[in-house]
């Protein structure tokens, strides 16, 4: 099967935010998108493409909006066109008596009781799944980091792959579940996994194995579309790009440029020392499996493996090593201000810590964690 890989500029970024919506007064989700994008639509019809926002959209449940930025080529051009357009549904919100919140997932709203958007692929998604389906309450971050050439696609991924502890615990944002505490940083990360063609991704050689892969889940039945493979990092072909969604949902938009940033120089690295002639070291199945687990469980505080000889080290002290190696590339790609911000994320505590936090100073009410949650988003 063909799968021909767009033409994209090299390191170019696109960024995907997903937003909950929450009522103001106590907080639960609500099923207001429709009503949202309604006055999105309304405020801004001179943008609108088909009664949609270019960069203002719906998602899997009506809870959820996504705000998606254009084609960038700075970490600070993509932070700039979220924050316009987050303003934009602000004012969409407020109205409605919705606040706005992002987390990897809603603290105590239960995950079975929210409405799905009446669209034919999410209907078919939750008939498949069934009870999988219903509990996917959760939120996410996603970079997009073009690629010059199809032959870097399935080397690259597996060098971001290498890297999926680091990002995890950096973003981890889901320690609630239900109203529960889970005891993991990041309850996003395994609940995600649980769908079929989601979680960590296969290793192939080449672009050529990874579209026999392809059309074999054509042929079996498994997707429709390959936008249904739903891995952690993965191609998208029709963008040219890269897209690595192992984040939780963040609150802040330094955070988010803090992602973007260590994403991009990582991806941009990666494709120098393919041009270079060099090859991008890959690490067993099982080691890259515990690494998930161990970043989704203990956050910043895992040990993780470093490569296939079995070396562990503290996911900080690996952190700072990366962004030390990262500072001319950043500074390229003049996002060292952004890269610099990683650290501050160590320094403040990931957003798992800060709600656990709340919840202490609280005696346990995961009300209060969702005003802070709304209060991080409301200072953006």
Not at 124 to 139: E, F, N
Not at 361 to 379: F, S
Request: proline letters at 5%; charged letters at 20%.
């Amino acid at each position: 099967m063909k799968i021909d890989f767009a033409a994209s500029e090299q390191s170019t970024l696109g960024l995907e935010w997903e937003i909950a919506l929450v009522d103001a007064q106590g907080g639960e989700l609500a099923p207001r998108a429709n009503d949202v994008l309604t006055n999105v639509s309304g405020s801004h019809p001179e943008v609108m493409n088909n009664g949609e926002h270019p960069h203002i959209k719906g998602e899997l449940l009506l809870n959820t909006v996504e705000l998606v930025t254009g084609i960038c080529h700075t970490v600070s051009e993509g932070t700039a066109d979220l924050r316009r357009n987050l303003n934009i549904l602000r004012e969409a919100a407020h109205p409605l008596g919705l606040d706005l919140l992002s987390a990897g997932t809603h603290p105590f709203s239960p995950p079975g009781d929210q409405a799905v958007t009446d669209k034919a692929r999410y209907a078919k998604l939750i008939d498949r799944t069934r009870w999988w389906g219903s509990q996917m309450l959760i939120y996410g971050v996603h970079v997009h980091v073009g690629l010059d050439h199809v032959a870097k696609a399935m080397p690259v991924l597996d060098g971001l792959v290498n890297y999926f502890p680091h990002f995890q615990a950096l973003s981890a944002s889901s320690p609630f579940w239900n109203g529960e505490d889970t005891g993991y940083a990041s309850q996003r990360a395994l609940m995600f996994q649980q769908l079929p063609t989601a979680g960590l991704p296969f290793h192939f050689a080449d672009w050529a194995g990874y579209e026999a892969y392809v059309e074999d889940m054509f042929t079996t039945g498994v997707i429709d579309t390959t936008s249904e493979i739903r891995w952690d990092v993965r191609p998208v072909a029709p963008l040219g790009t890269i897209e690595m969604r192992i984040c939780d949902g963040m609150s802040t938009l330094e955070e988010i440029g803090a992602i973007a940033a260590l994403t991009q120089c990582l991806v941009d690295d990666f494709s120098t020392t393919l041009d270079n002639g060099g090859a991008i070291p890959t690490m067993p199945p099982w080691h890259i499996q515990e690494n998930k687990w161990r970043a989704a469980r203990y956050g910043l505080d895992a040990i993780i493996i470093l490569d296939a000889a079995g070396r562990e080290r503290p996911v900080t002290v690996d952190i700072v090593e990366l962004l030390n190696k990262m500072e001319p590339v950043a500074a390229r790609l003049g996002c060292a201000n952004e890269l610099a911000d990683v650290e501050k994320i160590i320094a403040k505590g990931a957003g798992y810590q800060r709600q656990r936090a709340v919840a202490d100073a609280h005696e346990g009410d995961l009300h209060a964690v969702v005003r802070g949650l709304v209060a991080e988003m409301a200072a953006n």
